[in-house]
């Protein structure tokens, strides 16, 4: 460092003129754009801002210039520390954003090989489409209503008006508990639910009732002694057959979509009257498939219904059986089968897949069916 | 039952352009369903009835050959013989005159055989004479097949008069419609489909010739079992006579073998009117013909060989001597028609239908008779099925009539008061009252409308008319069910599900996101597979209730746990290839109290229909039953969580087993206490008990190596399984939301010795309490036994975590805490820091 002059003109100070603080902010910034790494820049900055650079030797001379010199030095000084702090700035900018994105590309892996960690867990659908229709008639205000598996004959056959001789009662293979005259049986059906309701709820009675029901047939591709129903009652005043009918179509509309309705035809149920069986229209070809040959279907078989379950008007002497007036009270009754709804609706050909247990089958549904 | 629609066109008329299908769908539309169309014969094309004009016996042959000249009609002869057709035959037994039926060319018999003009024996054969073999319905004789004379004219049409081409329908009849078990019943169903009028068979009584002979005297015992018993007594019945190939035919078609002309005759009769008959042989009777109790002791060979022991609640049919037959069941092998038989007693009954249902299921013994007779004949139609009988056997069989006999005790008429507007109450829109008059005439019911409630009298065909609603349900299916309309009922506003019900549900779906799999298994159990988990002899597991009628001798029991279906489950998906498997089950099982008998009581109440129960009958059928409580159980082989890449597979553990247990807590809102369990089936140091509020409600752990050997599981498979009802109803739904300090928290590490027998959640427990209330919480993050640490001994290591309310803790509060911890432990068990 010279020594201050006080006879020295400032532009004499030739560190200090604007040619040459022009030609060190030039040589600074293609220094810097030159610089290819963070690392290389940081000598950059060193070289061209360090205390040694020949911009901050130039602004130690401006101390010794006459005071009317000192405000036009520093400002040119000024300007041009700016430039290269600005272009140093953008430099680092630009590095680091190029760093950056390198060690994302190295970072990269095989995003396939993610396999292999998806949940393995699994609800079975007969619990989930229990749990389905379930939700249907709750929206509808209906309680849901359980009863136990392993039922007295009373509330299995008797008050619901099959009388020990009937022959209703061959039709259902009924497994017996300890001896045919015990009383107690596996129930055949669900609707001893509906008698549970009956006794003990108070009208109206809004219920639906799926569950675990025993029948002694073999285990075959569409036969299981153990099987699933589900079973709704309504008891109200003034019920009729046409809110039976109602009912059916928006239970067929909720599992099977928009516009699917329901037919009834004549049958005989001990406790219902009258009775009837449910068909389904085909929720896959609506129809269209009967009598052509063209576009056959496999889910109703080109006959455009599937059977879906019984129904009926409760019969009054059930009613008269669990004490409700049958001159205030009407009632209706339907049921349907879980294991068949299921194979329709999913396309299950072997009743024996929702039998055994095997994982395969039940994760295919996952949470919910 | 199979329904031949030519039949059903004896008393109906359904338009020839009416296809089967056609027909069932009608049917169908007033509530029976038809489960299939049959076509009798696979024949197409022109079958026609030929009278043989000549015969020439051909000689030069291997064998005897004819060479026929047969009539087959104007129309369908040739131009060089108009109405007349040369045909070949090999059968010898026709003559001259017979009625035939010839295949003329292009006609196709079963097994796809055309018939074609051709070249044989030197003539052109045109066309082939048939025999029933040939035709497709029968096969017990080779021989051509000769139509009556004059039953048909040459030329005229075969398949009608062989009944070929027939539609048979297969219709089920639901159990309260017995009437339509017949052709008679279905013919006026099929009547009422198509609202045309029905020609009714079963009220014309057949003219009769006059009577002559002895006649067998009937009697009832009972009038209550037995109201009506009608004996036509036939003589000189030829037993070689043939049964008419149309009633063959018929009861081919209906599914009946023909036995002899007589028993054919009472299939054919009671197929066409309902009537089930019996037939005995008359000479076989000694005295009078009686229906009455059987006396303890007696027996009787029934038709089907079986030798039965009757008891007093048997209704027989009996003579002087013994017992003939089980009364409308089944006939006894004593007094059967026989191929000596010539004189004919013909039994028509009417039966208590439910003495009839007994009889059958305490036989086992179900025939077409009782069949019809356990859901209600017609009261008044013995008498007639009788004289038709009667009338068919003379005339087909040359018998002789000799006379009537019968008792009876007339029924009391049913009559039903019965509202008009009740039908469409039920239904919901309104039925105009002549419709309803019109449809309950058309069931046969005689209606007297004077006054607002009108009186029916019900028709003696349909016993299963007795209430006003079950004119109701007439109305309405004959009206037809889609002339209902659809309107949906407002019920109250709901509450939705239960609150059990939600955490039901939540516990399902808790499971299957932690990675199991749920399963259904089948409640049946067996005292092998209790062997097989090493549950002790004394265990209440054992006392499970049995079945009286189980599918399989090694599973006559329900389930009082449910790790034998999880065992079973699990091993499928063993053998199936799959080595990581965790499955749950969420189902009830049934456990008796110790008073309760695995068979049930011997005297069940069984209280009145005819109105409720009371309170205390409701107690006893529910102390009937077992407590059937929901259990969950789980079992677990192999990973739980998939193994990540290049990982090491960590099989489940012991501990996996009952972390599934606390999650499920912590998911529900309860604490479970862990403690060291001991049951069967799992392993006596690695069975964790597992307690709510000390109440005991399940185990978790690794299976006892011997049980999982026994069962063929893996080794070191884990399960749980607990009381979900009880979890459930501790649930706590309200959850109380956690004070969060935010405050600088200090974390401190300790490692204790204690024995190795001491549970590490009891050193936990005390460490907690005696810490205060700055720890904000501890966990045990390890768990050392080995050189460095006395033998027997073990080192657990504790994390715990301190935070105050109010302020930053000073270093010396929190030491202060941590060393009230360790002299606790130090105290309690004898605990050093390590």
């Known amino acids: ?369 | 039952m199979k329904v031949p629609v030519s039949w059903l066109r004896e008393f109906v008329e359904i338009p020839e352009s009416l296809s089967g299908r056609e027909v069932s769908e009608l049917l169908l539309n007033v509530g029976f369903e038809v489960e299939g169309v049959d076509t009798v014969g696979d024949v197409r094309g022109p079958l026609v009835v030929g009278l043989v004009k000549s015969i020439e016996e051909l000689t030069d042959f291997k064998k005897p050959i004819r060479w026929c000249q047969v009539e087959v009609g104007a129309a369908h002869g040739n131009d060089a013989t108009p109405g007349i057709r040369g045909i070949v035959c090999g059968a010898r037994n026709f003559a001259e005159g017979d009625l035939v039926v010839v295949a003329l060319p292009g006609t196709t018999l079963p097994g796809d055989f055309t018939i074609a003009t051709r070249e044989t024996y030197g003539h052109i054969s045109d066309g082939m004479i048939c025999s029933v073999r040939e035709l497709g319905i029968g096969d017990e004789h080779d021989g051509i097949l000769i139509l009556p004379a004059g039953s048909a004219a040459p030329g005229d049409n075969a398949f009608p008069i062989l009944g070929l081409g027939d539609e048979v329908l297969d219709i089920s009849v639901t159990p309260d419609r017995g009437y339509a078990l017949s052709m008679r019943g279905m013919a006026r169903e099929a009547a009422i489909s198509q609202r045309v009028s029905f020609n009714d068979p079963g009220v014309v009584l057949a003219d009769l010739p006059e009577a002559g002979g002895t006649v067998i005297p009937a009697a009832s015992d009972d009038y209550q079992a037995c109201d009506l018993l009608v004996l036509r007594t036939l003589g000189n019945y030829n037993p070689a006579a043939p049964t008419p190939d149309f009633i063959k035919a018929r009861l081919a078609a209906v599914g009946v073998r023909s036995i002899s002309l007589a028993v054919d005759l009472t299939n054919y009769v009671m197929f066409e009117l309902g009537q089930p008959l019996h037939a005995f042989d008359a000479d076989k009777i000694t005295g009078t013909i009686r229906a009455r109790w059987a006396k303890s002791g007696e027996t009787l060979e029934t038709l089907d060989g079986v030798q039965r022991n009757l008891t007093t609640e048997d209704l027989v049919i009996a003579d002087d001597a013994r017992v003939l037959s089980l009364a409308g069941v089944m006939g006894g092998a004593y007094s059967e028609i026989s191929e000596t038989t010539t004189r004919v007693v013909l039994e028509a009954a009417h039966f208590n239908p439910v003495e009839i249902a007994r009889m059958s299921r305490r036989h086992k013994l179900s025939s077409e008779a009782s069949r019809r007779l356990e859901r209600g004949v017609d009261r008044m139609l013995p008498p007639v099925a009788s004289a038709r009988f009667a009338e068919l056997l003379i005339e087909h069989g040359g018998a002789t009539f000799e006379g009537t006999s019968g008792v009876e005790q007339a029924p009391d008429p049913i009559v039903i008061s019965f509202d008009p507007n009740l039908p469409g109450q039920v239904a919901g829109h309104s039925y105009d009252a002549v419709n309803v008059e019109t449809i309950l005439v058309s069931l046969g019911c005689a209606v007297d409308t004077t006054n607002s409630v009108w009186t029916v009298r019900t028709p003696s065909w349909r016993p299963d008319l007795a209430a006003a609603i079950d004119l109701v349900e007439e109305v309405i299916r004959i009206d037809g069910y889609e002339k209902v309309p659809t309107t949906l009922p407002t019920a109250p506003a709901g509450r939705g599900l239960t609150e059990l019900q939600k955490l039901q549900r939540r516990a399902g779906l808790h499971l299957a996101g932690r990675g199991l799999v749920e399963v259904r298994n089948y409640p049946f159990v067996g005292t092998a597979e209790f062997d097989a988990l090493g549950i002790p002899a004394d265990d209440s597991r054992r006392h499970a209730v049995q079945l009286a009628n189980a599918l399989s001798d090694e599973q006559p029991l329900m389930r009082t746990t449910l790790l034998p279906g999880l065992a079973g489950a699990l091993a499928r998906n063993i053998s199936r290839g799959f080595t990581d498997v965790a499955l749950f089950e969420i189902s009830s099982v049934s456990l008796l109290s110790a008073d309760q008998s695995a068979t049930g009581v011997t005297n069940p109440p069984r209280p009145s229909v005819l109105q409720r129960p009371t309170a205390a009958d409701i107690d006893a059928l529910e102390a009937l039953l077992p407590q059937q409580p929901l259990h969950l159980g789980a079992l677990l082989t192999g990973a739980l969580k998939p193994t990540a890449l290049g990982a090491k597979p960590t099989p489940a553990t012991w501990s996996d087993a009952i972390d599934i247990a606390l999650a499920l807590g912590i998911e529900l809102g309860v604490e479970i206490e862990v403690t060291a369990g001991n049951l069967a089936p799992w392993h006596p140091g690695r069975c964790a008990a597992l307690s709510i509020n000390g109440e005991l409600m399940g185990y978790a752990g690794e299976l006892a190596p011997k049980a999982l050997e026994n069962l063929g599981l893996p080794k070191r498979a884990v399960a749980l399984e607990l009381n979900l009802s009880v979890l459930l109803a501790a649930a706590n739904t309200v959850a109380s939301a956690p004070a969060i300090w935010t405050f600088p928290v200090a974390k401190e590490d300790i490692a204790l010795v204690v024995k190795a027998d001491v549970a590490a959640t009891d050193v936990l427990d005390v460490v907690c309490a005696a810490a205060g209330e700055l720890l904000e919480d501890i966990r045990l993050f390890d768990v050392y036994e080995g050189a460095q640490v006395p033998e027997g001994h073990k080192s657990l290591a504790f994390a715990l975590r301190f935070r105050a309310q109010d302020r930053t803790l000073a270093a010396e509060e929190v030491a202060a805490a941590r060393q009230a911890g360790v002299d606790a432990a130090a105290k309690s068990f004898g605990a050093t820091l390590r």
């Open chain 1, 1 to 369: 460092m010279s020594a201050p002059n006080k006879s020295f003109d400032p532009v004499e100070v030739t560190t200090l003129s604007p040619e040459a603080l022009a030609g060190f902010v030039s040589e600074a910034i293609s220094a810097i754009s030159a610089a290819n790494s963070l690392e290389e820049l940081k000598d950059v900055r060193l070289a061209h801002t360090g205390d040694r650079s020949p911009l901050s030797l130039a602004n130690r001379e401006i101390g010794a210039l006459p005071p009317a010199a000192k405000a036009e030095a520093g400002k040119r000084m000024g300007e041009s520390r700016g430039a290269v702090n600005a272009a140093l700035a953008a430099r680092t900018q630009e590095l680091e954003a190029l760093r950056d994105s390198a060690l994302l590309i190295e970072e990269a892996v095989d995003v396939t090989t993610a396999t292999g960690v998806r949940a393995q867990g699994g609800r079975h659908p007969i619990t989930t489409i229990q749990e389905q229709i379930a939700d249907v008639f709750v929206a509808l205000g209906y309680q849901l209503a359980e009863g136990p598996e392993i039922e007295s004959e009373w509330l299995n056959f008797d008050a619901l008006n099959i009388a020990p001789d009937h022959p209703a009662r061959t039709m259902q293979d009924t497994f017996f508990i300890g001896s045919e005259d015990s009383g107690i049986v596996l129930r055949t059906h669900t609707s001893p639910v509906q008698i549970r309701s009956m006794l003990n709820r108070e009208l109206p009675i809004y219920v639906i009732c799926p569950g675990r029901v025993f029948r002694t047939d073999e285990l075959d591709s569409t036969h299981s002694p153990v099987f699933h129903q589900v079973e709704g009652l309504v008891i109200d005043k003034g019920i009729t057959m046409a809110d039976l009918k109602g009912t059916l179509n928006h239970f067929a509309q909720s599992m099977f979509g928009e516009g699917i309705v329901t037919r009834l035809r004549p049958s005989y149920f001990p406790f219902t009257e009258p009775s009837a069986e449910v068909d389904l229209q085909c929720f896959v070809c609506r129809g269209t498939s009967v009598d052509n040959p063209d576009a056959p279907c496999r889910t109703c078989r080109s006959e455009g219904w599937i059977e879906w379950g019984g129904c009926g008007m409760v019969n009054p002497k059930v009613l008269v059986a669990t004490g409700i007036d049958p001159e205030i009270y009407s009632g209706f009754a339907f049921g349907m089968g879980l294991e068949r709804t299921l194979m329709f609706r999913h396309g299950i050909t072997d009743m024996r897949d929702m039998v055994e247990g095997d994982v395969r089958f039940t994760r295919a549904f996952g949470l919910g069916v």
